[in-house]
């Protein structure tokens, strides 16, 4: 049973830096693709960013590139999100997702049509 364990979410002043961080578990995730994603009460699950477990190219959202790095650490089988210069509308639950497909198409990467999602955790950035 795969499981996603989502950490690392706070409060933060606008500019300030937060990393999240997504401990998989009961899956052979060097064939997945991983990715974040974000919700504010009332809207719509956004892209935020994802990747290969195995490596390779790295997909963005337009609001977030520039600021914000995902990575895998394979010695910890976690997925990292890294936000700097965070801005007041970076506020929501961030959520972690895994698909079992390590080649999905580029729609299906930016639509939260995951297998599999964490909890979520809280990002609050304030003005």
């Known amino acids: 049973q795969v499981q996603l364990v989502e950490s690392g979410g706070g409060l933060v002043q606008a500019g300030g830096s937060l990393r999240l961080s997504c401990e998989a578990s009961g899956g052979i995730f060097s064939s997945y693709f991983m990715g974040w994603f974000r919700q504010v009460s009332g809207k719509v699950r956004e892209f935020v960013a994802a990747t290969a477990w195995s490596g390779g190219n790295t997909y963005y959202a337009d609001s977030v590139k520039g600021r914000f790095t995902i990575s895998v650490d394979n010695a910890k089988n976690t997925v990292n999100l890294q936000m700097n210069n965070l801005k007041p509308e970076d506020t929501a639950v961030y959520y972690c997702?895994?698909?079992?497909?390590?080649?999905?198409?580029?729609?299906?990467?930016?639509?939260?049509?995951?297998?599999?999602w964490g909890q979520g955790t809280q990002v609050t950035v304030s003005s």
């Open positions: 997702a895994a698909k079992n497909n390590p080649r999905p198409n580029i729609r299906t990467i930016i639509t939260p049509t995951y297998d599999y």
